[in-house]
Each structure stands twice: as C-alpha cells, then as structure tokens.
C-alpha cells in the first residue's frame, strides 16, 4: 500500500480502534487457485503496536482450510469510515480556486501467518468472545448467549466451523484525512462531513 508520510497512520491507539471497530476483514490468500478475498469478521487477541494475533472462524465448506497451507503468508484489510471530499468545503476555495476533489479514508493492512484449528475447546473459547463481544456491544442488557440456543443445535453448529488465526509482525496502516491541506480547510472538510452525519471520518479529521 502506499502510504505518503504525511498520511501514516502510527499511533497504536488508533490503530486499534480501527480494527476493533470495523472488525470484518477481508483476507487475501493465495492458492493454485490463485488470489482470493474472504469477508471475516476478526477478533484482535492480542496488539502490541506492530505484533499481535488475529482469530476467527470459517464454514467447514469454504475450501480456504483445504486449499492453504498452513503456515502460508496472508494479508487483512480493515476498512473504516471513507468519503468524498468535495472542493466546495474548503473556504479557500473562494479565495484561489487551487483545489480539486478527493477521498478521505483510514485502512489498516495486517501481514502474517495463516494458521487453522479444530480442537472444540478452542472454538468455543473464541466463538464465545466473540458472541458476548458483539452481543454486548450491539443488544445491551439483552445480549443474546449461547446457552440461549438448544445444546444439540450449538454442537451440531460447531461441527461445521474450522478456527483460523493470523500471527502478524507487520501492520501498515494509513489516515488520509486532510493532513495535507491547511487547517482552515481540513477543519472545513470536517464540519461538513459531521453536518452530514459522518461522524467518524469528521471527528478523525478533527484529532490529526
């Protein structure tokens, strides 16, 4: 990816945020198939600013368990808020006329090691964190459990689940949010995009 310096995204903080709020991922793997891409909701067990794990869970039927091997290199890709950026929301616009549209966005690329797993123990382990995690998250007080649902159907359910991890050394992350531009037109930019409801990209606008 690349990444101007100017839009490196550095601060361990936020890198988490992004990851932990924008946890479906799309991992890139490569097979004799050749590349491909799978939507996965992610869990970050652990970060430490540049190392850390990342597990999840497939359908027994995805052939991606089959068809990699473990072990291989693979790449996560966390997307957070992006938006257009239109020239009209930079007062200098109407001084000089010496901008042009753009894109704003944060993204997270993860690199590591791909690694797959059976065991029952562990696949309830992380099914239920991640259960109670978006559950909590979501409902409140009336966070749905897995002890909700009939223990036949939930055994039955994990059969068809294999458990994957990633092992990552190396994350490049990028902000591109205006860190370019004067203040008066960053902050221009952002107070738009909060007047039109994008609360995220706007209020990351305003902390760089």
């Given at each position: 990816?690349y990444v101007?310096p100017?839009?490196?995204?550095t601060r361990?903080?936020?890198?988490?945020?992004?990851?932990?709020?924008?946890p479906?991922g799309?991992?890139?793997?490569?097979s004799?198939?050749g590349l491909d891409a799978?939507?996965?909701?992610?869990?970050?067990t652990s970060?430490?600013?540049?190392?850390?794990?990342?597990r999840?869970?497939?359908?027994?039927?995805?052939?991606?368990w089959?068809?990699?091997?473990?072990?291989?290199d693979?790449?996560?890709?966390?997307?957070a808020?992006d938006a257009y950026?239109s020239p009209?929301w930079?007062p200098?616009?109407?001084?000089?006329?010496?901008?042009v549209?753009t894109w704003?966005?944060?993204?997270v690329?993860?690199y590591g090691?791909i690694?797959?797993f059976?065991?029952?123990k562990?696949l309830l382990a992380?099914?239920?964190?991640l259960t109670?995690s978006?559950?909590?998250h979501?409902?409140g007080?009336?966070?749905?459990r897995?002890?909700?649902a009939p223990?036949d159907?939930?055994?039955?359910?994990?059969?068809?689940?294999?458990?994957l991890?990633?092992?990552?050394s190396?994350v490049?992350?990028k902000?591109k949010?205006?860190?370019?531009?004067e203040?008066?037109?960053?902050?221009g930019?952002?107070?738009?995009?909060?007047?039109?409801g994008?609360?995220e990209l706007g209020?990351a606008m305003g902390?760089?």
């Amino acid at each position: 990816m690349y990444v101007p310096p100017h839009f490196a995204e550095t601060r361990a903080s936020e890198i988490r945020r992004i990851i932990e709020a924008h946890p479906l991922g799309s991992l890139i793997t490569y097979s004799a198939r050749g590349l491909d891409a799978d939507q996965i909701p992610f869990e970050l067990t652990s970060f430490d600013g540049a190392a850390g794990i990342l597990r999840a869970h497939i359908a027994r039927a995805n052939p991606l368990w089959r068809e990699i091997r473990d072990g291989s290199d693979a790449l996560v890709i966390f997307r957070a808020a992006d938006a257009y950026i239109s020239p009209n929301w930079y007062p200098s616009k109407k001084k000089t006329h010496r901008v042009v549209p753009t894109w704003n966005y944060q993204v997270v690329n993860v690199y590591g090691q791909i690694h797959f797993f059976e065991d029952r123990k562990s696949l309830l382990a992380l099914i239920g964190k991640l259960t109670r995690s978006h559950e909590t998250h979501n409902e409140g007080a009336q966070a749905w459990r897995m002890a909700d649902a009939p223990k036949d159907f939930i055994d039955a359910m994990m059969e068809d689940i294999i458990g994957l991890e990633i092992r990552f050394s190396h994350v490049t992350a990028k902000s591109k949010l205006g860190q370019n531009k004067e203040d008066p037109d960053r902050k221009g930019a952002a107070r738009t995009l909060l007047a039109r409801g994008h609360s995220e990209l706007g209020d990351a606008m305003g902390d760089v």
